[in-house]
């Protein structure tokens, strides 16, 4: 992967040089590479089109072509400063400012092209092979991620070692743009966002409102088979609240404006723990109590900047499938493997069967960005990583991304297409008992205090949607299916026949409608085909005479003729949720 990362880098090189080539007012601003590829940011006097993109790769390939040695070279500070004000790169200015002052500057060269980068580069343009690159769309990016700074315009491309390699690639990419969950989210009618409303805020259309209650029922069903309760809570709060909890001084970026109520300022809630905090200290509790295991579907808002909302995928107001453990220390290690294996039976349901580990730890280097004592947090990071290991799970370590307020076990799951999508988060959390004071009553009469675990196994509904439709392309399976089954009349004498057939299908407890257009059958088999429905009945004169129907299945095609009865049997299983 590094070998990868050098040479899509040096494409990237490729790519600003072949920019400043036919822009020459173009200013630098960074080019890494990144997963599949790379980008490069630029500011530019006119936004590019894809005209101007194709311009671009056939001047790279002219670069390519000319086979220029990329040379390293390490300049003195002053020297470096001097060299990139002369050319009028400020952003390449602003980054040599934060290098320490003592630091020397790496710069690599290719013809005319200098660059301020720290490497490593391939030895000369010519070993990029011209066929196996591309440059595939321009965004928006704002400076350093600062949408207070300039709006630059992102050049992303892609880059392999073989033109197969990025064949199959572009074939990936035109897959997933098939799958993406906001194009099919319009086509099947599922949700949509209005401006009027607010950005990154869904409406849920009956169609999708009705996959999504098919998701909360299984996931409410297995969490009471499992010793869950299920509580609610409120979507406002007072401010107190949020500072008693540390919301206020670790997270106040990420919440939304206060509101005066009577006088009080109350704020939106950008997570559900403080209630169930509040709800465990309504009383005292005993030791014989614990584990309490409560589970909410609750919505929260947090901010997140325009920039970055994409569809269903990253949203500002969500619905997360929240639940807190309230365990004694005895019981910790047996919750959270608990936690673990009900996480993999329900992504497993949903038909994710390949999974990666990563636990999240706080950076030793930087213990103020976190609350608690560190003594406490490295033996809470310890009995995250034994369990693990006693499971024999793989995982990988990630320094510095643990929450403010304890170590994490985060599991991502991959789609049909191999790719990564954030999944379930467990938490261990020993601050909030601290900060709440919540106690239990120990076998010895006195006060103790209790662990705490934060869980979501499906993460927040929203994002999970979205992922269960790329990976799925829309075609859901038949238990998940909005409409499972569409009963199409040949013609306007056979829609009572259609009605009754839809009649006995609804008793059975599937979800039917009745295509009633004045339209040939043919143009009705192919809009249920677009709408991805599992089974078509088509009921004409003839199915009608012998009370039968014509069974067609939206990916093997005709079925042949049934009695209705047959089909019921035959599609019960399937029709079932899970578990």
């Not at 499992?226 to 001084?249: C, E, F, M, N």
């Not at 309504?282 to 947090?302: D, K, Q």
């Not at 999944?423 to 959390?429: K, S």
Request: hydrophobic share 40%.
């Amino acid at each position: 992967m590094a070998e990868l990362d050098t040479y899509r880098h040096s494409v990237a090189h490729v790519m600003a040089q072949a920019v400043k080539r036919l822009f020459p007012e173009a200013r630098l601003a960074i080019g890494p590479p990144i997963a599949d590829g790379f980008y490069y940011d630029f500011e530019l006097e006119r936004p590019l089109t894809p005209e101007d993109l194709e311009a671009i790769e056939a001047e790279m390939r002219s670069i390519i072509a000319e086979d220029l040695p990329i040379e390293r070279r390490v300049l003195p500070r002053a020297e470096a400063e001097e060299f990139f004000r002369r050319a009028g790169e400020r952003y390449k200015l602003e980054l040599i400012e934060e290098l320490p002052e003592d630091e020397e500057v790496s710069c690599y060269t290719q013809g005319e092209f200098t660059d301020l980068c720290a490497g490593p580069h391939l030895a000369r343009t010519g070993e990029i092979d011209p066929e196996a690159f591309k440059l595939l769309n321009v965004a928006g990016a704002y400076w350093r991620g600062d949408e207070r700074r300039e709006m630059l315009q992102r050049i992303y491309g892609t880059a392999f070692e073989t033109k197969e390699q990025l064949e199959a690639h572009l074939e990936r990419l035109e897959e997933a743009a098939r799958r993406d969950h906001r194009r099919l989210g319009r086509e099947l009618d599922l949700f949509s966002f209005s401006d009027e409303v607010g950005a990154g805020l869904v409406l849920w259309h009956p169609k999708g409102a009705t996959v999504r209650m098919l998701i909360e029922d299984f996931w409410r069903r297995v969490h009471l088979q499992r010793g869950y309760d299920i509580v609610y809570s409120p979507h406002i709060a007072r401010a107190g609240l949020w500072k008693t909890s540390g919301h206020l001084q670790w997270y106040r970026d990420s919440m939304y404006s206060g509101m005066n109520i009577d006088g009080v300022e109350y704020l939106v809630k950008p997570m559900n723990c403080p209630f169930h905090i509040l709800m465990y200290k309504s009383r005292t509790r005993s030791y014989r109590e614990l584990p309490l295991r409560w589970a909410e579907l609750g919505t929260v808002y947090r901010y997140e900047r325009s920039g970055v909302l994409h569809g269903l995928l990253r949203v500002r107001g969500f619905t997360q499938d929240d639940a807190h453990i309230f365990c004694r220390p005895d019981q910790l290690e047996a919750e959270i493997e608990g936690v673990i294996d009900l996480a993999l039976f329900l992504l497993k349901s949903f038909g994710f069967d390949r999974f990666e580990m990563e636990l999240s730890l706080s950076d030793p280097e930087n213990m103020d960005k976190y609350a608690g004592d560190p003594e406490r947090w490295r033996e809470a990071e310890a009995v995250l990583e034994a369990i693990l290991e006693r499971r024999g799970e793989t995982y990988k370590k990630a320094v510095g991304e643990a929450a403010f307020y304890g170590p994490k076990i985060d599991i991502k799951l991959f789609d049909a297409l191999d790719r990564g999508w954030q999944g379930p988060t467990i938490q261990f959390d020993f601050n909030l008992p601290e900060r709440f004071d919540l106690t239990y009553m120990g076998e010895d009469n006195l006060p103790h205090r209790p662990y705490m675990v934060h869980r979501t196994v499906l993460g927040a509904m929203e994002r999970f949607l979205g992922n269960l439709i790329e990976h799925y392309g829309g075609a859901f399976p038949m238990w998940l299916a909005p409409v499972q089954v569409k009963v199409l009349p040949v013609t306007e004498r056979n829609i009572a026949y259609a009605e009754k057939v839809q009649g006995r299908l609804r008793e059975a407890g599937l979800r039917v409608e009745v295509d009633a257009r004045d339209e040939k059958i043919g143009y009705k088999v192919r809009q249920a085909q677009l709408e991805k429905v599992p089974y078509m009945l088509v009921v004409g004169n003839r199915e009608e005479q012998a009370s039968t129907v014509a069974v067609r299945h939206r990916s093997q095609g005709d079925l042949g003729p049934r009695s209705l009865e047959d089909f019921l049997a035959s599609v019960s299983e399937e029709a079932r949720m899970p578990g």
